[in-house]
């Protein structure tokens, strides 16, 4: 009696799960431009955003910005807050372009750190 129920159980999960491994390309084959972004990273161009908004956006996952307002914080002068924020960028995984990278540099420098260049 038993076995007679697990068959057709066994039918829709196999079914299901064919279904299951459709669903990832399915986006492509609706739009050629989707399968595009699938080889570059989401970022295939330095972005418009501004300094803040590309901060606000990558950099606070580990930590907030009371790490550049501590009264011991790290960076004592503009390169080595430049280097910081290319090493964080790099524990980010982002790969954010230069031109972003800089703006985000000036960004922090400007709002927070206010070292001379
Ligand atoms: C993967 C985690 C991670 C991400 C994401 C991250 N950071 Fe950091 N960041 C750290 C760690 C860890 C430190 C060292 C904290 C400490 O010294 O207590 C740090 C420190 C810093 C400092 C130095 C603070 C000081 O003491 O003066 C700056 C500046 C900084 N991060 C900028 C950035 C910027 C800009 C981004 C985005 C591009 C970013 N971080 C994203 C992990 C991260």
Do not use: W
């Amino acid at each position: 009696m038993r076995k007679i129920l697990f068959l057709p159980l066994l039918a829709l999960s196999l079914a299901l799960s064919a279904c299951g491994e459709k669903k990832p390309d399915a986006p492509n084959s609706v739009k050629p431009v989707a399968a595009l972004s699938e080889v570059a990273p989401v970022t295939s161009a330095p972005s418009n955003l501004s300094g803040k908004e590309l901060h606000d956006a990558n950099c606070i996952s580990c930590h907030d910005s009371s790490k550049y307002t501590r009264a011991d914080h790290k960076m004592q002068d503009f390169a080595m807050l430049s280097a910081q924020v290319k090493r964080c960028d790099a524990n980010l995984g982002a790969k954010l372009f230069d031109e972003d990278i800089d703006k985000i540099i000036n960004y922090m420098n400007d709002t927070y750190y206010k070292f001379p260049k």
